[in-house]
C-alpha cells in the first residue's frame, strides 16, 4: 500500500513522507517520467514504488490510486484505499 511519497531521509532509520499536496519531481530515472499531464496514475502492479496510468493487477491483486499529473513533474497527490480485484 501507498503511504505517501519520501521527500527525504535525515538520517538512517528515518524518512519524511508527504501524503497530500504537491509533489514536485525532478528529472531522473523513474520510469513513469515524465508524466501525461491530467491522467491519473497508480502504484504500479509491476515494479515496486514505481507508477503506472494504467493499474492491470494479476487476478487477486490491489489496484490503489496514488495522484493526478498537474504537469510533467508535478503530482497531485491524491492516495486512495487499495482494491482488491
Known sequence: ???GVVTELPSQGFARIQ???LFL???GQLSFLPM???SVYY???TV???LSLSPNPPTGGFVQEVGYAKTDFQLVLN???P???
Open 36 to 38: 501525461i499531464p491530467d
Open 25 to 27: 519531481y525532478t528529472q
Open 48 to 50: 515496486p514504488g514505481d
Open 83 to 85: 482494491t482488491e480485484v
Open 19 to 21: 501524503d497530500t499536496g
Open 79 to 81: 492516495i486512495q484505499e
Open 1 to 3: 500500500s501507498v503511504v
Open 43 to 45: 502504484l504500479s502492479a
